[in-house]
């Protein structure tokens, strides 16, 4: 089996003739994508995943990860948005049971969460990797100060080697990691943070946390393989993007990403960013949210059945069953008998074929991602997938899917007001 994607509201939306048509107009964004390299020469570094993670890559990611794993308790992850969102996806949707524990910090300015975090380390063996491009942002700048002085006040001349810091070559944070002896990983100059999983950005602390991440950069190869594929009827990310923008064309200017497993929310949360920083700009792109079924059935449910008619949702199906729970039947008669012997599995996936099919019914465009497993190999696939599609899609919208000018606006009020 493989990853697909297909449409579910039985042409009421958009019709077969319709979408044929629009998916081969937009195969020239395809073609263009890998010819046109002049474009946006200077971010599309990710496009081949051998360039920043090949075998040598890879070996030293493993190794190093391998050193810190026997000897840590905790590992922090320092970095915002693109920095850490695809490592923290992959880590706690996989929740690997052995090594150490992973915590987050430089993704917000919060002095109650930082106090909470930093005595959380108490007692215990602490390594860093400190993530940032551009070392001006100020999240993970002051995060790292603290727990860099965390880290000496507790080990001493020790405290650096275990400290790793990935940033470009030639930054102010490479000439920091060799002033003080820090490992140094590298950020690719040629690619975005939100585009910058199969690098060292995201690949150093997945495989501090025991992700197997040659299984995630083979399933990011296998689908570059697939998508280069320039004469197939069914290339996975064109077909997304094509029918992304028909549903916007007819008004549906929210995509709701509607998953079953909580594990998958913060992969939710990376496709979040990739496509809002991606896309919104110049007053266009599709507002992308995500939401946890079935518990937000309960919640924002109302709202995709009954409100405005601007939502569409894009399901991820999963299809193997990765965990087994069976209801046994109880003495106590509580109104559930009719679940008796039923796995929370099936039933959890008879929650998901009852929503599609409602939703789907009643009008809402439903688009589903079959996803084979929540794997290593999987999210490799996904990422390399998403990171095409919103490519494709930015050339579609004619927009530059690499650059985010609207977040550079606030840090300008931000700045003054902290007197930089
Ligand atoms: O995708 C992006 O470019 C952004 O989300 C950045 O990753 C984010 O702003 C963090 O930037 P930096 O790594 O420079 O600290």
Known sequence: SKMDFAYMDAGRHITAEEYEQAYAENRKFLEEAYTDSERYKDSLGWLEPEEWVGEEALDRIVKKAEQVRRDADVFVLVGVGGSNQAARAVIKALQMEDGPEILYAGNNISAHYVNKMLSSLEGKSVYINVIAKNF?????????????????????????????????????????????????????????????VLSDVGLYPMAVAGIDVRALVQGARDMKAELSDRESEDNIALKYATYRKLLLEKGYAIEMMAFFEPQLHYFSKWWIQLFAESEGKQGKGIYPVSVSYSEDLHSVGQYVQEGQPIIFETFLDVEKQNASIVLEADHVDDGFGYLDGKDFWEINRAAFEATIGAHSDSGIPCLKLTVPEISEYYFGQMFYMFEFACYLSGSILGINPFDQPGVENYKGYMFSRLGK
Do not use: C, M
């Open 136 to 196: 001006e942002t100020l999240e993970p700048g002051i995060g790292f100060r603290v727990l860099r002085s965390w880290q000496e006040g507790r080990y001493g001349k020790e405290a650096n080697s275990r400290i790793a810091v990935t940033g470009t070559t030639g930054s102010r944070l490479h000439e920091i990691a060799r002033e003080n002896g820090y490992d140094f990983f590298v950020f690719p100059d040629n690619i975005g943070g939100r585009y910058s």
